[in-house]
Structures are given as structure tokens and as C-alpha cells.
């Protein structure tokens, strides 16, 4: 898969360290590589909780049939 900046993206691994859990979503902010991502995750209000450098494959794009869902933050 070829992402752009700006694509919206799922998490598929829990990343405890950054709070942050499979099925998040993301947006693509910089392409660093073809295989490396800065993907930056945000609350539903707006405020960035992560902004990770990740593999390409730790994410995948969004699905047709993906339904969104509102969770707290992740206990450390």
C-alpha cells in the first residue's frame, strides 16, 4: 500500500507507550519512506495524544464497513 499525507489510517498493534491501541485512528503526516510513516493520532477534541514514526505496517488503510468508536486513555 502507498500512503500520501493526509491519509487517514487504522492501527493494527497496540503501542502501549504512546497510549494507543489497535483500531485507533490516525492521519498520515509525513511520508519519511515508502516503509516509514509519521502518523499523528488525535482525542475526538482535537488535542494530539501521539505522533509516532511507524512501519508501514503497523497500519492499514480504512475500511468500507470500519465503524468508529470513543474510548478513554489507555491505563499505563
Known sequence: MIYRESDTVVLVEDLPAQGLQRGDLGAVVHVLSPSTLEVEFVT?????????????????????DDLLTVRGPVAA
Request: aromatic fraction near 0%; hydrophobic fraction near 50%; charge should be positive.
Open 44 to 64: 475526538a477534541t482535537g488535542h494530539t495524544r501521539a505522533l509516532v514514526a511507524l512501519d508501514a505496517c503497523a497500519v492499514r488503510p480504512v475500511g468500507r
